[in-house]
T-cell receptor, first 111, second 114 residues
Framework: RKEVEQDPGPFNVPEGATVAFNCTYSNSASQSFFWYRQDCRKEPKLLMSVYSSGNEDGRFTAQLNRASQYISLLIRDSKLSDSATYLCVVIGGTSYGKLTFGQGTILTVHP | EAGVAQSPRYKIIEKRQSVAFWCNPISGHATLYWYQQILGQGPKLLIQFQNNGVVDDSQLPKDRFSAERLKGVDSTLKIQPAKLEDSAVYLC????????????FGPGTRLLVL
C-alpha cells in the first residue's frame, strides 16, 4: 500500500462547479498535512495546510479525518485558473519532518 | 526575497554518462531537499539535509546517485552513470526550520536520458 494515495483523475469540471478531492495515508503517526498545487511544467507551491478542525481559505476548504486517515480538499465556484495538479502531502512520524507526496490529482476547469 | 535557484534548467545526456545538478536554497534556510519527479507522479524525496548533515537518504539509489551540501548552503546532486529510468524532473526545495514547515521549491532541472 502506498504511503499517500490520491485519485489521479483527471477531473474535468465546468466553471462555477464544486469539486472535491480525497487523499488517504497509511501512517497513523503522521503529524501534519498539506495541499500543494502544481501548474503544468512548474514547481509545486503550498496551497494550504490542513488542520484537525478543518480550515477554509476563500473558495478552498480542507478537512482532516484522523480516524479514517484521509484528508480532503473542496473547491467551490471553480475558476479556469484552478486548473492544475493538486498534491496531497503528509508529514510522517519522524523528528525531521519528512514529506511524502501523493501522485497528484489533475483538475481541468473548462468554460 | 530570492527563491530557490537551480541549474541547469534542462539537460539531455546519453545513458551511462554522468550529470550534476546544482541548487542554491533561500538564504537562511536550514533544510534542503532533493526530489525526483517522474512524469505523472508526485515528487519522491531522494535526500534531505539539515545544515550540512544528511537526515534521510533512504530512497537515494546510492550506487549511482550522490549528493553533498558543503558549508550548509548550496548543494549538488550527481548521477553516475545515468540510466534511461533517471529521466525526470529533479526538484530542489528548502525550508527555514527542521520539520513540518513550508517547503519552497526551485524551478527544477528536466533531465532526459537517451
Amino acid at each position: 500500500r502506498k504511503e499517500v494515495e490520491q485519485d489521479p483523475g483527471p477531473f474535468n469540471v465546468p466553471e462555477g462547479a464544486t469539486v472535491a478531492f480525497n487523499c488517504t495515508y497509511s501512517n497513523s503517526a503522521s503529524q501534519s498535512f498539506f495541499w500543494y498545487r502544481q501548474d503544468c511544467r512548474k514547481e509545486p507551491k503550498l496551497l494550504m495546510s490542513v488542520y484537525s478542525s478543518g480550515n477554509e481559505d476563500g473558495r478552498f476548504t480542507a478537512q482532516l479525518n484522523r480516524a479514517s486517515q484521509y484528508i480532503s480538499l473542496l473547491i467551490r465556484d471553480s475558476k479556469l485558473s484552478d486548473s492544475a495538479t493538486y498534491l496531497c502531502v503528509v508529514i510522517g512520524g519522524t523528528s525531521y519532518g519528512k514529506l511524502t507526496f501523493g501522485q497528484g490529482t489533475i483538475l481541468t476547469v473548462h468554460p | 526575497e530570492a527563491g530557490v535557484a537551480q541549474s541547469p534548467r534542462y539537460k539531455i545526456i546519453e545513458k551511462r554518462q554522468s550529470v550534476a545538478f546544482w541548487c542554491n536554497p533561500i538564504s537562511g534556510h536550514a533544510t534542503l531537499y532533493w526530489y525526483q519527479q517522474i512524469l505523472g507522479q508526485g515528487p519522491k524525496l531522494l535526500i534531505q539535509f539539515q545544515n550540512n548533515g544528511v537526515v534521510d537518504d533512504s530512497q537515494l539509489p546510492k550506487d549511482r546517485f550522490s549528493a553533498e551540501r558543503l558549508k550548509g548552503v548550496d548543494s549538488t546532486l550527481k548521477i553516475q552513470p545515468a540510466k534511461l529510468e533517471d529521466s525526470a524532473v529533479y526538484l530542489c526545495a528548502s525550508s527555514l526550520g527542521y520539520g513540518g514547515e513550508t517547503q519552497y521549491f526551485g524551478p527544477g532541472t528536466r533531465l532526459l536520458v537517451l
